[in-house]
């Protein structure tokens, strides 16, 4: 059984900074690209970034871009998410997600499994 697990949301204050982790079991981690996305109320899931299976190569989208940082390590099954200089506007919940394949992109439908989300407010 796949299980993605996600990690590390709250309330932080615009300019803050956090570290969501997304915890992988039931793949082989390594060979999946890894992505997050978000949704925050009232519109539609969005891309945030991605990165390949051995974490050499990242992709953002232009809002984050800059300020957030994907990484991860394949002996711990884990993917992180670094978010600094947070804006009100990147309030979310958070969702990490594995595509089986060496590259992700910014299609969620390129994916195949999905956590639960974990929520992120930024606001003082």
């Known amino acids: 059984q796949v299980q993605l697990v996600e990690s590390g949301g709250g309330l932080v204050q615009p300019g803050g900074s956090l570290r969501l982790s997304c915890a992988a079991s039931g793949i082989i981690f390594s060979r999946y690209a890894m992505g997050w996305f978000r949704q925050a109320p009232g519109k539609e899931r969005e891309f945030v970034g991605t990165?390949?299976?051995?974490?050499?190569?990242?992709y953002y989208s232009d809002s984050v871009k800059g300020r957030f940082t994907i990484s991860r390590d394949n002996a711990k099954n884990t993917v992180y998410l670094r978010m600094n200089s947070l804006k009100p506007e990147d309030t979310a919940v958070y969702y990490c997600?594995?595509?089986?394949?060496?590259?992700?992109?910014?299609?969620?439908?390129?994916?195949?499994?999905w956590g639960q989300g974990t929520q992120v407010t930024v606001s003082s």
């Open positions: 990165i390949n299976w051995s974490g050499s190569t990242t």
């Open positions: 997600a594995a595509a089986s394949t060496s590259n992700g992109g910014s299609s969620q439908w390129q994916y195949n499994y």
